[in-house]
């Protein structure tokens, strides 16, 4: 059985250029430099490019210019980078940008812990730009996971036109592990929804421009337009987009716009936009609910956990078993939108629900949330949810999840 | 709308690249002259609109795009430039027209220098009209000393910017200033679009919503300012430059065909003898290869048919203070990474000593503390190796040791043949080998 021996950063790349990345714009950064070092040396040699820019700002600036020019960008940084990003991944959602953005977690809050492991920033990158409009965000518990969901994240990315987090740590990142190379598991990546690369032809019929996406004559549009770069129907559709430089003229905005692209103020356009931006994530939430659970028969306990910790969440629960104990774990790969039907269905028949991360308690909330939600609606009581936090740089060890079950 | 041009690609000439909707701009504000020029510069040259972006910044100027047949980005305060550097990157052969004000300058100024630097092949239009004027004349870093602005109400305290001279001064090849009501402004427009690397070209202009009617500056008084500041106007900078994205893609050539990222399958070669989980920490200084000669342990150990992870503590300077590495080797898949307790714990430093009370503190006699004659007083319940390093019979180094002891641990614990060690050097190291075989093999007389 062949296996590499092989960090987390390596594997994120991999997966990267696997899913047909050819942009990379970043700013060192520990913990995350790994990943700017190896995509600036890669992307040359599949005719892309990376560029170490002049700081954050500038750093995902580029890489939401170059992805409207046709280009598939990442970016990667840490929670102080995460800051600066936080303006223009309001810009991505708004305009429609497919991004991905790997988030190594350091300790914080502030500079905090540059080497220091941490689960930190998992309701920042959530909630992390004005107007509190979803994003996609998917945390890798392996090195052969940090491959796959890289690819499952530009999936995501193109077809939902949205930036897509992949949230790791220090630990993910830098520590060496096995990996049986057939874990390394290649997923089909799509593509955003794109204009049909040449002018309609006729290009005018009875007056009227053709529209190219539909092929047919559309009065909406304007006589430099063969499409309406922010159209959509129903609400939750993702709209078409053509490249800068392609046979289309395409107008990008990170304001109120209406389907030409154009400001707008008018309630019922900038309502419908608004609706739009957040139904075409939610509304295929369970499109995207990625996660390992592991129920055993019989077990009063779930653990719930993910990234780093969830690493220590399965040894305890092996080591549990060894002992006979009935435990079940949940982990989870995708963080927002949260996995619902996934947590659920893992959740049901369990007593007690131990929400494990390396921070104060943030997804802990989801988890309350989802419970009294469903608890309301089935009329049952829920399940206790405990939280297993740690925030002293140090890493929850199995003995740590097993005291729960003495 | 039929009356309108019809704007196919294919056609020869257009007439504009205006569209029909009129500029939302103040009655004699400069924008609209500026966009004016801009229009005539884009007739004359006759680029395809699908292959020009017009990237905007963020004020009164950032609503400008809509007014064009290109394509458009419009985007945040202060980031066109570095927008426009992504899309130019994407695609050199687009032409990349940033219109941004003086707000946009300031903001981004490192966005401007970075690019001017650089040499990106954009053309940067400044619409300077010294003040914000969308959001009530506020100062500017283009706002002249003295200057009455809404928040320099008693005259502007700083004094102002050189756009030009900073990003001339910085590398730009093309720079040039002069004002909205220039009769060859066009012609100026065109030439920076022509020119290959960076243009900026600066434009004095009136803000007749605040500036103008706060300091009573007419078009007379800003030609008199430019003189007054002793600065001249004109083309300023003009030189033969590498334009950043087409520089890169060549450079990027030479770099095509090569292997991307190899997988590096590792069979097993060499038995083991390890039975549970091994924990084993390496602790030493920063600098001092400490993490590479774990790295070495867990690629025997993977040649050896074991599961291995390697976790590192280090500060944030690079050679100085603590290096530490846990190693665990297990016959099974290894879930947590972490070490509480070594079954074995090679104490290479002081720096390495600091670090170790707590392993030192947990470990039992079952298990080994490997160190140097220096530590052999240490605390602790494990049983002691003492190595020394002066039987190797090799000069010891500071970058040798960690690998020199952690070598003779490999030998007492018996948990693979030493060969495994070597050929981790030899197969994943291969570059250091010369260094690393010599002290592999000296590491048996610390332990004969």
């Known amino acids: ?406 | 709308m039929a009356t309108l041009p019809s704007l196919e690609i294919e056609q020869a000439s257009l007439p504009t690249y205006k569209n029909e909707r009129p500029f939302p701009f103040c009655p004699g504000c400069g924008h609209s002259l500026i966009l004016n020029h801009l229009d005539k510069a884009l007739v004359s040259l006759q680029i395809p609109p699908t292959q020009t972006v017009i990237v905007t910044d963020i004020g009164c100027v950032g609503l400008s795009d809509q007014y064009f047949v290109t394509n458009a980005f419009h985007g945040l305060h202060g980031r066109s430039i570095a927008y426009a550097t992504g899309i130019k990157l994407a695609n050199p052969e687009l032409n990349v027209i940033v219109l941004m004000g003086d707000g946009g300058a300031g903001i981004g100024g490192t966005h401007l220098l970075n690019a001017a630097r650089r040499n990106v092949g954009l053309t940067v239009l400044v619409f300077n009209n010294f003040n914000f004027g969308m959001t009530g004349g506020e100062h500017s870093v283009t706002t002249p000393h003295g200057a009455i602005t809404s928040t320099t109400r008693r005259g502007n305290p700083e004094y102002p910017l050189d756009i030009c001279a900073t990003v001339g001064e910085n590398g730009a090849g093309f720079v040039y200033r002069g004002t909205a009501f220039d009769k060859d402004l066009p012609q100026r427009i065109e030439e920076a679009i022509r020119y290959p690397g960076f243009a900026l070209l600066d434009i004095w202009e009136l803000c007749t919503a605040y500036f103008s009617p706060f300091n009573d500056f007419g078009r007379k008084e800003m030609l008199g300012l430019v003189d007054a500041m002793g600065l001249e106007t004109g083309l300023l900078y003009y030189r033969q430059v590498q334009e950043y994205s087409h520089y890169v893609r060549k450079l990027n050539k030479e770099m095509a065909e090569k292997p991307v990222l190899p997988l590096k399958p590792i069979e097993p070669e060499f038995p083991h003898w390890v039975d549970r989980k091994f924990h084993l920490v390496l602790a030493g200084s920063a600098g001092a290869k400490v993490r590479s000669a774990g790295k070495l342990v867990g690629y025997a150990g993977v040649l050896s048919g074991l599961w291995a992870t390697q976790r590192d503590d280090y500060p944030t300077t690079v050679k100085s203070g603590h290096s530490v590495s846990e190693i665990i080797l297990s016959p099974e898949e290894i879930r947590y990474t972490g070490v509480a307790k070594p079954d074995a714990l090679v104490l290479i430093s002081q720096d390495g000593l600091k670090k170790s009370g707590r392993y030192l503190a947990r470990m039992t006699e079952e298990d080994v503390l490997f160190t140097i004659p220096q530590f052999a007083q240490v605390e602790t319940r494990a049983r002691k190796v003492i190595l020394d390093p002066k039987r190797a019979k090799v000069r010891i180094t500071r970058t040798n040791l960690a690998l020199l002891l952690t070598a003779a641990a490999l030998r007492e614990l018996h948990l693979f043949p030493i060969d495994a060690l070597t050929v981790a050097v030899q197969r994943f190291q291969a570059r250091f080998a010369d260094q690393n075989l010599p002290i592999i093999e000296a590491s048996s007389r610390l332990v004969a």
């Open chain 1, 1 to 406: 059985m062949a296996k590499e021996y092989v960090d987390g950063a390596t594997a994120i790349a991999r997966g990267a250029l696997a899913a047909g990345c050819d942009f990379f714009a970043g700013y060192p950064i520990t913990p995350a430099t790994p990943i700017l070092l190896h995509m600036l040396n890669e992307l040359p040699k599949v005719g892309g490019v990376g560029i170490e820019a002049e700081d954050e700002i500038g750093a995902i600036s580029m890489c939401i210019g170059a992805a409207m020019a046709g280009a598939r960008p990442m970016t990667a940084t840490s929670g102080p980078g995460i800051s600066l990003y936080s303006e223009n991944i309001g810009l991505a959602i708004m305009g429609e940008v497919p991004l991905v953005i790997v988030d190594v977690m350091r300790m914080g809050p502030a500079t905090g812990g540059a080497t220091t492991p941490a689960q930190g920033d998992i309701q920042f990158i959530r909630w992390g730009t004005s107007g509190g409009y979803p994003i996609i965000a998917l945390a890798p518990s392996s090195v052969a996971e940090c491959y796959t969901l890289t690819m499952r994240a530009f999936d995501l990315a193109e077809r939902f036109r949205t930036p897509v987090f992949i949230l790791v740590d220090k630990e993910m990142n830098y520590a060496m592990a096995t990996v049986d190379i057939h874990e390394y598991v290649d997923v089909p990546v799509g593509q955003r929804p794109l204009v049909p690369q040449q002018v309609p032809e006729p290009a005018v019929v009875d007056g009227v421009r053709v529209n190219a996406v539909t092929g047919q004559p559309d009065p909406r549009l304007r006589p430099e337009e063969t499409y309406l770069p922010y159209d959509w129907d129903p609400i939750d559709a993702v709209p078409p987009t053509s490249p800068f430089g392609g046979p289309h003229i395409t107008r990008f905005t990170t304001s109120s716009h209406d389907e030409h692209g154009f400001l707008t103020k008018d309630p019922e356009k900038v309502r419908r936009l608004n609706d739009h931006l957040r139904l075409k994530i939610l509304r295929h939430r369970h499109e995207m609910e990625f996660g390992i659970p592991d129920v055993q028969e019989g077990a009063e306990t779930l653990f719930l956990s993910f990234g780093t910790t969830a690493r220590a969440m399965r040894e305890a629960v092996d080591r549990a078993r060894a002992q006979g104990k009935a435990v079940s774990g949940l982990t989870l790969h995708t963080l927002w939108p949260v996995p619902e039907r996934l947590i659920l269905e893992a959740v049901a028949g369990h007593e007690r629900v131990i929400v494990a991360e390396l921070n104060h308690g943030q997804y802990v909330r989801e988890i309350e949330r989802l419970m009294y939600r469903e608890a309301r609606r089935t009329q049952t009581l829920p399940p206790e949810v405990l939280s297993l936090t740690r925030a002293d740089g140090e890493l929850i060890m199995p003995e740590q999840f097993l005291e729960f079950l003495t």
